[in-house]
C-alpha cells in the first residue's frame, strides 16, 4: 500500500481533531498510534512518555505489540534503540532492528519480528518529553520522507503533553511562594499614560485577566437550576466551541496556529476539573454552584502555584468557567467572547495574544516595563490596539466589568470610568474613523517622485494574515518577513515540513515582485518560551540573531533548508540579522551551501542559487559597509537597532527614549555610507523600521540613495504622498544639507524647514 503524504501526517487541525474527541492525554495518544500507523502503512506505532524522576522511558500509547506491555514496559535513558534516540537527542532508522547494537529484546513484546525500525525524540525545546516509535516487518520500510513527517508530528505532540503534565503536576498542590502585595490602584475618573506598542481607539467594559471575580462568576450568581443531563450538554458544546476556534485559528492565521486551545481542552477532560464536577452533581449540589465552585478552586490553584507556566493557565481556566456556564444557561448568557471588553494582564505570551485576538477582545492594557518587542509587533499584525503601563490601573478589590475604559492607543492614554461628555467626543471620532476607512485608498501600484524617480515602497511582513493588506494597498514585495514569529508565538520549534508551507505563503503573496526571508531573530527581547534562557546581564548585545543561529546549528539548518524548499522555481532572497563582520555572513553562506548539498542529495526540489544579505545594524557593519557590498547580494539597514547601537541607547527603555532620535549626525552619516557602498558594488539597499515611514526622514533616505523603502502596510500610502510631493533633486540637495550638519539642534531646524521644491 502506498504511504500518505508528509501533508496528511503533520496536519494541525487532524491532530486538534483527534484531541478534541480523545478521553484525556492516553486516549488522545492511543488514538495519536493509530492515525500515524494508518498513514505511514507501518505495522506498529508506540508513544513512550519520560519519567524525569526516573529517568526512564514509559511505553504510554501503541498500536502492533503486546497490549499488555502498555503502562508497564520501562526503558532506562539510553537503553535500547528507543531510549537512544531520546539520550541522543536524534533520530534513529535502522534498516534491520535486530542487527543493530543498541537492539533489546525483551520478553513477551513480540517486537523481534519487526525489522523497519523508525524513532524521533519528542522534544519540548530541550526538554526530553519522550520518543515516537513505528516499526514494520519490511526490513529499510522507511524513508527521509518518513523521518520527516514523524518528526512533524513529535513536535505537535509536544505541547499538548507537556501541558498535561503541567496539570499532573498541579495535583500535587505544591506550596506557593510567598506573594508581594499589590500596590492599589486610583478610583474614580481620571487618565492613565502608558506606552503605544499598536495603535487604535477602543472602548469597553475592562477584563481583568488575574482578578479572582470575572465575568464567569457573574453568569454563575444568575443561574440556579440545572440537571446532569444539562451539565453533559454543556460540555459538548464547550469542547465543540473550542474545536471551532481551534479551527477558525487555524485557517486565518495557518503559520502560528499549532494547537493554541489544546491547554484548555486538556483542563476540561481532567477528571479532577469536569470528573469533580459530576461527582458534586451526583451528590445532588446544583450544576452552577459546582462549576463555579471547582473553577474557583482551579483558579486559586494556578494563581498560587510557584510553576510560572501554570500560573499563565488562569485566564484559561477562567475561560472554561465562562463557557460552561454559558453553555448551562442555554441562551439566558451572553455567547461567551471577549467582545466589548478590554483585557488588563501582567506578562501575556504570545499564544494568549492570539487566544484573545480569537475570542474577539476590543484591546489589551499590558502591565509591565518597556515594550516588548515580539508582543507589539504580533498585536500589531493582529490589529489589536495595545497600551503598556509600568502600574496597576484598576481599582483593588473591585469587579473590573465595573470599570469602563477608552484605550486611546494613538496617544498612549487609557481613560477609566470617563464623564459621558468625553465617551461621546471618541464616539464621534471612531465614527469618522470608520467613514474615512470605508473609502477606498487610492495607491498608485508604482511611486514616483515629482521629477520621475522610481521609489520602490515594500511590505514589512511578520504574519500570513498581514498579506491581504499588503496586497491591497499594493506593495513592490516584501522586504522583510520577520520569520521569528511563528517560533515566538508557539510553545514548540515549527518543524521544517511547518516552516516549508509558511514561507511558501509569504512567496505566494506578490507574485512578480521581490520577497526577502529573514532568518530567526531572536534574543534580546525577543525569546523562545520552550528554549532556555541564558542569563545575560544586556541580552541586547548578547546571544541573538547570527549569533543564536550559528551556535544552533540544528534550528538554522532546518529553517535555511525550508527557505530553499519553498524557494524552489522561484526566486529566492535570504537575508541575516545583525551580521556583525563578514566572517559571520562567510559562515551564514556555508550553512547555506551545506544544505543545498544535502537537498540535491535527498532529491528535494529546492533553489540552489539563492540571493544572500545582510541587515546592516551595528556599527562594525557600517564601517564594513564596502566589504558587505561586494560579499553579499544585497544589503537591508534595520534603522532601528542600528539607531541603538549607534547611539547606545536601549530603545525599550522609557527612561532615555528622548535620547533615541533617528536624525542624530552619527545616524544619517552611516545610512549614507552604506547607500554610497552598495550604490558603489551596484547592488541594492533597502531600509525597514520605523524610519521608512517617517515623514521627517523619508526626503533624506531618497535623498541619500535609499531608493527601497520597507515598512507595515499600512504606512505605504501616507509615504507614498509624502514622495509624490516631492522632486528627486530637492531631496538630493536636502540630504547633502543635512549631512554637513554637526549637532543635533541644527538638523533639528533644518527638518522643520522641509526638503523644499
Request: hydrophobic residues 45%; glycine residues 6%; charged residues 25%.
Amino acid at each position: 500500500m502506498k504511504k500518505d503524504s508528509v501533508e496528511l501526517i503533520c496536519s494541525v487541525s487532524e491532530l486538534a481533531g483527534l484531541f478534541q474527541s480523545g478521553a484525556g492525554l492516553e486516549g488522545f495518544l492511543q488514538k495519536v498510534v493509530s492515525v500515524v500507523a494508518w498513514h505511514m502503512k507501518a505495522a506498529v506505532c508506540s508513544v513512550y512518555l519520560y519519567d524525569e524522576s526516573t529517568q526512564e522511558l514509559v511505553l504510554t500509547a501503541n498500536q502492533g505489540l503486546n497490549p499488555a506491555a502498555v503502562g508497564k514496559l520501562r526503558l532506562k535513558l539510553g537503553e535500547g534503540m528507543t531510549g537512544r534516540a531520546l539520550l541522543e537527542l536524534r533520530t534513529i532508522r535502522e534498516a534491520r532492528a535486530t542487527e543493530s547494537p543498541y537492539f533489546k529484546y525483551v520478553a513477551g513484546l513480540n517486537e523481534e519480528r519487526y525489522q523497519g525500525f523508525l524513532a524521533v525524540p519528542i522534544l519540548h525545546g530541550s526538554r526530553r518529553v519522550g520518543v515516537l516509535v513505528v516499526q514494520d516487518p519490511q526490513p529499510d520500510y522507511f524513508d527521509d520522507n518518513d523521518a520527516r513527517a514523524l518528526r512533524a508530528i513529535a513536535t505537535q505532540l509536544a505541547s499538548t503533553i507537556e501541558s498535561a503534565r503541567l496539570l499532573m503536576s498541579l495535583h500535587k498542590r505544591e506550596e506557593p511562594p510567598p506573594t508581594p502585595a499589590p500596590q492599589p490602584a486610583r478610583n474614580g475618573s481620571h487618565l492613565v499614560k502608558g506606552t503605544t506598542a499598536c495603535r487604535g481607539i477602543v472602548m469597553g467594559r475592562a477584563l481583568d485577566a488575574t482578578a479572582a471575580s470575572d465575568q464567569w462568576l457573574e453568569i454563575a450568581g444568575t443561574l440556579t437550576d440545572g440537571t446532569e443531563d444539562d451539565f453533559h450538554e454543556a460540555l459538548k458544546k464547550t469542547e465543540a466551541q473550542l474545536a471551532e476556534l481551534q479551527r477558525q485559528l487555524g485557517a486565518l492565521m495557518t503559520d502560528v496556529a499549532a494547537l493554541i486551545f489544546d491547554a484548555h481542552v486538556l483542563i476540561l477532560k481532567d477528571e479532577q476539573f469536569s470528573g469533580q464536577m459530576l461527582i458534586r452533581i451526583r451528590k445532588g449540589q446544583p450544576p452552577p454552584q459546582v462549576i463555579r465552585d471547582v473553577v474557583q478552586e482551579y483558579v486559586d490553584l494556578f494563581s498560587k502555584s510557584p510553576n510560572a507556566a501554570l500560573r499563565e493557565k488562569v485566564l484559561d481556566v477562567k475561560d472554561l468557567g465562562l463557557r460552561l456556564l454559558a453553555n448551562l444557561s442555554r441562551g439566558r448568557a451572553e455567547t461567551v467572547d471577549y467582545h466589548g471588553r478590554i483585557v488588563v494582564a501582567k506578562d501575556l505570551l504570545p499564544s494568549d495574544i492570539l487566544k484573545l485576538a480569537a475570542q474577539k477582545a476590543e484591546g489589551l492594557v499590558l502591565i509591565g516595563g518597556g515594550t516588548t518587542a515580539h508582543i507589539s509587533v504580533l498585536a500589531r499584525s493582529l490589529k489589536l490596539p495595545l497600551v503598556i503601563v509600568s502600574e496597576p490601573i484598576l481599582p483593588e478589590g473591585a469587579d473590573s466589568g465595573d470599570t469602563f475604559l477608552i484605550l486611546d492607543a494613538d496617544q498612549g492614554n487609557i481613560l477609566i470610568n470617563p464623564h459621558q461628555d468625553v465617551v461621546a467626543h471618541y464616539q464621534a471620532m471612531m465614527r469618522d474613523r470608520r467613514d474615512v476607512a470605508e473609502a477606498e485608498i487610492v495607491v498608485h501600484p508604482t511611486t514616483l517622485t515629482r521629477d520621475g524617480q522610481r521609489i520602490r515602497l515594500m511590505a514589512n511582513i511578520n504574519l500570513l494574515s498581514e498579506i491581504p493588506l499588503a496586497q491591497r494597498l499594493k506593495a513592490e514585495g516584501v522586504g522583510l518577513y520577520r520569520s521569528e514569529f511563528p517560533f515566538i508565538v508557539r510553545n514548540d520549534i515549527p518543524t521544517e515540513e511547518e516552516q516549508v508551507r509558511i514561507y511558501s505563503g509569504v512567496l505566494d503573496a506578490l507574485p512578480g515582485y521581490e520577497t526577502i526571508l529573514r532568518t530567526l531573530d531572536v534574543g534580546g527581547d525577543k525569546i523562545l518560551a520552550y528554549y532556555p534562557a541564558s542569563e545575560e546581564s544586556n541580552p541586547f548585545m548578547g546571544l541573538r540573531a547570527i549569533r543564536f543561529l550559528l551556535r544552533n546549528p540544528d534550528i538554522f539548518t532546518q529553517q535555511v533548508r525550508a527557505m530553499l524548499r519553498a524557494g524552489a522555481d522561484r526566486p529566492l532572497h535570504i537575508m541575516f540579522p545583525l551580521v556583525s563582520s563578514v566572517d559571520d555572513f562567510i559562515q551564514a553562506r556555508e550553512v547555506v551551501a551545506h544544505c543545498i548539498h544535502a537537498l540535491a542529495n535527498e532529491g528535494l526540489p529546492h533553489n540552489s542559487a539563492p540571493s544572500l544579505g545582510i541587515m546592516v545594524e551595528v556599527p562594525s557593519a557600517v564601517e564594513l559597509a564596502r566589504e558587505f557590498a561586494r560579499e553579499t547580494d544585497f544589503l537591508c539597514i534595520g534603522s532601528n537597532d542600528l539607531i541603538q547601537y549607534t547611539l547606545a541607547v536601549d530603545r525599550t527603555n522609557a527612561k532615555i527614549a528622548d535620547l533615541f532620535v533617528p536624525y542624530h549626525p552619527a545616524v544619517l552619516r552611516a545610512l549614507k555610507k552604506v547607500a554610497d557602498a552598495a550604490i558603489a558594488a551596484d547592488k541594492p539597499v533597502s531600509l525597514c523600521g520605523d524610519m521608512a515611514s517617517d515623514e521627517r526622514m523619508v526626503p533624506f533616505l531618497v535623498g541619500a540613495g535609499i531608493h527601497r523603502l520597507s515598512m507595515e502596510s499600512s504606512r505605504i500610502p501616507p509615504t507614498q504622498q509624502i514622495i509624490e510631493r516631492m522632486s528627486y533633486g530637492a531631496a538630493c540637495r536636502f540630504a547633502a544639507e543635512l549631512l554637513e550638519l554637526p549637532t543635533l539642534k541644527a538638523v533639528e531646524r533644518r527638518l522643520k524647514e522641509g526638503v523644499g521644491a
